[in-house]
């Protein structure tokens, strides 16, 4: 029997608002995730990618079955990551069962900058935090803590597990797929009895594939393609990417009498676009991996929205549905658009900004990828 590490949870790690309170003191964070397979042990990846400073995370435990089991990284309990860097726990024995749910909660003792973080939303995206240390504590107060849907630091979660039939799916975009549709389409896989699949979410809001922002206003948009993708898609366990990305590149620009940091400039051809997106390709075929991606979603109302836009988007989402470089297309456009105006949600599907779907469109979204990727 073979076995090895595969990921069970992971976020991308991207840029924290810029905030005066961007640093925190005496917190824990504690964020569930959710294991489709068995394992006998785990690691994490904490990592300050996008920090300025080092970063001393104080104290780790998961939690089972209200068991706390502390983690080391190079056998100590408190470990600090440079700047820029990531790192990876030391293996913690421990019998995982699959649909299993844990905790993981993690310290934060002294003054720390929290700026490496990522935004995600869905069923199984929620985590809190709480004042001290309540790294052993099963049950936190609401009166010392707050629900949040920001990530800090934590970005992948592997098990060591029998590789046979098991695998993990990484899902790389925008705020699209940072909110629901990852989320429901590890639902799916429980419901069509898909177990062995997991599926990883690495997705920044704002994000494009060719530009980013140098300005503390609009930094949190996160980072461009080529500081991106090299960094979040190589994943234990992989073997295939859904991407999904490219709307921002075409509504962001708007020129700078309108805004200083949003050139008309930066607005992206069709070929450069599907020449950023070739890119991917080409580094996902690096990776040994299957390459599948998504068309960019209606925008039809949205307030930068203006018929050249519209123009964009179709001839990108042409070149993905008609090119022989991938794997195959997501037509997520066709998923959630109206039978009768293409360039608009279907009713319902809208969450009311029309950019982003509403959570019966993010499920239509996670029912439109083939069952064949999932098994």
């Known amino acids: 029997m073979s076995k090895n590490w595969i990921s069970v949870w ?45 970063v001393t995370i104080s104290k780790v435990t998961i939690c089972q079955n209200h068991k706390f089991y502390p983690v080391t990284c190079n056998g100590e309990t408190s470990f600090t990551l440079s700047a820029g860097f990531a790192g990876v726990t030391d293996p913690l024995d421990l019998s995982i069962c699959a649909n299993e749910t844990l905790e993981i909660s993690f310290y ?173 390709i080409d580094q996902t075929r690096t990776l040994g991996y299957s390459v599948y991606v998504g068309t960019l979603l209606p925008i039809k109302g949205w307030r930068t929205y203006a018929p050249f836009r519209e123009d964009l988007r179709e001839q990108y989402n042409d070149w993905i549905r008609t090119t022989d470089l991938i794997d195959g297309c997501i037509d997520f456009d066709l998923a959630v658009r109206s039978a009768s105006d293409h360039t608009a949600f279907a009713e319902g599907f809208d969450s009311g900004d029309h950019l982003h779907p509403s959570l019966k469109g993010y499920e239509a979204m996670a029912d439109a990828i083939p069952d064949c990727l999932l098994f």
């Open 10 to 54: 992971g976020n991308a790690m991207s840029i924290a608002e810029n905030r005066p309170e961007g640093y925190g003191k005496n917190i824990t964070l504690r964020y569930p995730f959710f294991s489709p397979f068995e394992g006998e042990k785990i690691r994490l990846t904490f990592d300050n990618y996008c920090g300025t400073e080092p």
């Open 108 to 280: 934060l003792a002294d003054y720390t900058q929290l700026r490496s973080a990522v935004f995600a939303s869905g069923p199984y995206s929620e985590g809190l935090y709480a004042t001290g240390d309540q790294t052993e504590n099963p049950d936190i107060s609401m009166d010392i803590s707050r629900k949040i849907n920001m990530f800090y630091f934590l970005s992948n979660i592997s098990v060591y597990t029998d590789t046979a039939s098991r695998h993990a799916i990484v899902c790389y975009g925008d705020s699209i797929t940072a909110q629901a549709w990852p989320d429901y389409l590890k639902k799916r896989c429980q419901q069509i009895g898909a177990r062995g699949t997991s599926v990883i979410r690495r997705a920044t809001s704002g994000s494009r594939i060719l530009r980013e922002y140098s300005c503390i206003t609009y930094e949190s948009y996160g980072l461009k393609g080529t500081r991106r993708f090299g960094h979040e898609v190589p994943t234990d366990g992989a073997d295939t990417v859904i991407i999904q990305q490219g709307i921002n590149d075409i509504i962001h620009p708007v020129g700078t009498d309108i805004n200083p940091f949003r050139p008309m400039s930066d607005l992206p051809t069709s070929q450069e676009l599907i020449d950023g997106l070739k890119w991917y």
